[in-house]
């Protein structure tokens, strides 16, 4: 089955850093493009971080951009996160994403891991 576990998450303050991983099973990592999305409460969900399943494109949010970077090491299925210069309004519930496109975009595989939280105190 397919599992993305996450850990890392915690109580952080402001100006300080936070290293997120997710490691994949149960699927072919490494035809998967990989992402971090976030929700605070009373917000939508938004998409933090993405990565190329060959780890040869990224793209960020603008709100994190230069402060925050995604990597990954297909040989351990995983994908990290790396966090500095927090703040508090980064606060949220940050989940791991794999997703897929395949047969000329006629299907689309996405899973989720079950979230991890972050708290930016200030």
């Known amino acids: 089955q397919v599992q993305l576990v996450e850990f890392g998450g915690g109580l952080v303050q402001s100006g300080g850093s936070l290293r997120l991983s997710c490691a994949a099973s149960?699927?072919?990592?490494?035809?998967?493009?990989m992402n971090w999305y976030r929700q605070a409460p009373g917000k939508e969900r938004e998409l933090v971080a993405g990565?190329?399943?060959?780890?040869?494109?990224?793209n960020y949010a603008d709100s994190v951009k230069g402060r925050f970077t995604i990597s990954r090491d297909n040989a351990k299925n995983s994908v990290y996160l790396q966090m500095n210069s927090l703040k508090p309004e980064d606060t949220a519930v940050y989940s791991c994403?794999?997703?897929?496109?395949?047969?000329?975009?006629?299907?689309?595989?996405?899973?989720w891991g079950q979230g991890t939280q972050v708290t930016v105190s200030s």
């Open positions: 149960g699927f072919v990592f490494g035809t998967y493009a």
């Open positions: 990565i190329s399943s060959a780890g040869g494109m990224t």
């Open positions: 994403n794999a997703k897929q496109v395949s047969n000329g975009g006629r299907h689309e595989y996405t899973y």
